[in-house]
């Protein structure tokens, strides 16, 4: 992978949700994170790179893929080769006993900008809300790092506690909080944890939901978003590549618009807040 140096530009573009990996399953083994289906499409941090060139945007949030589960080689590798464009979220163990020895690691030795948990992969994650999974939310915390959350919609309710309990945790929910799946009572749940001031959302994977729930569930809950999370909390983002099994990079841009109107042309929603979040270019 060849390296990519300089300051981000003026104008910062970031997708705030892509993943990455490798085309050589032989040098970045699969090791699939909860029996997480292995990816069809090209996902390599190139094509990546032209991907965002190609759509006028400077950088990315990769957040580790499921496919990997714990093995961060191919994520470290291309988030040091072209830095400032790209910040690294990393997965850890939420109750293994080393995972917050793991999270200082991964952050302070190899430059993670933040950590994803995955309610989303479990029936009853208890360690989301009790005390098994306090001392990794104190580590991230500590590091000053994002704390996404990838729930299921009858899960953002759940985000509560910990947004109350950890009051300085930078924390993001992903997807929308999968509010689209939910009918009314996510949304509304999505639209509670506005309250919080320590509490962002994603508003990305917009051409998944229109396409598992229907395209009125995912412009209610993007308008939801917005209005009430407003221009500083909230982050563009396409989860590429799986997002090109239903529309172009480009088309989740248009998807936004239809959804936010004129409202999707915020430099926040496009870049500065995730820019903020995941400390690029520091």
Known sequence: MSGTTGKLSAEVRIDGA?????????????????????????????????????????????VQPRVYGYDHAYLIGAVHAHRPRLAGVCLVNPVRPFGPRELEVLVVDHGMS????????????????????????????????????????????????RARQFPDA???????????????????????????????????????????????????????????FGPDRVVFGTDWPYSTENVPWSDELVLLERALGSRADESGLLGENAARLWMFGQ
């Open 114 to 161: 933040g950590v994803r948990l995955l309610p989303l992969a479990q029936r009853n994650p208890q360690w989301f809300v009790d005390a098994s999974g306090d001392p990794l939310w104190r580590a991230a915390n500590d590091l000053g790092i994002v704390v996404s959350v990838l729930v299921r919609a009858e899960q953002i309710a759940l985000v509560e506690s």
């Open 170 to 228: 930078r924390i993001v929910v992903d997807h929308l909080g999968s509010a689209p799946t939910g009918g009314s009572t996510a949304i509304d749940d999505l639209i509670g944890l506005s309250g919080y001031s320590n509490v962002s959302v994603k508003v990305s994977a917009l051409s998944f939901f229109a396409a598992t729930a229907s395209w009125e569930a995912t412009e209610d809950a993007a308008r939801a978003a917005r209005d009430s």
């Open 18 to 62: 892509v993943h990455i990996w490798s085309g050589d399953a032989m040098a970045y083994p699969w090791a699939p994170h909860d029996g997480h289906e292995l990816p069809e499409p090209q996902g390599t941090v190139e094509s990546l790179l032209q991907t965002l060139d190609a759509n006028g945007f400077t950088g990315a949030v990769c």
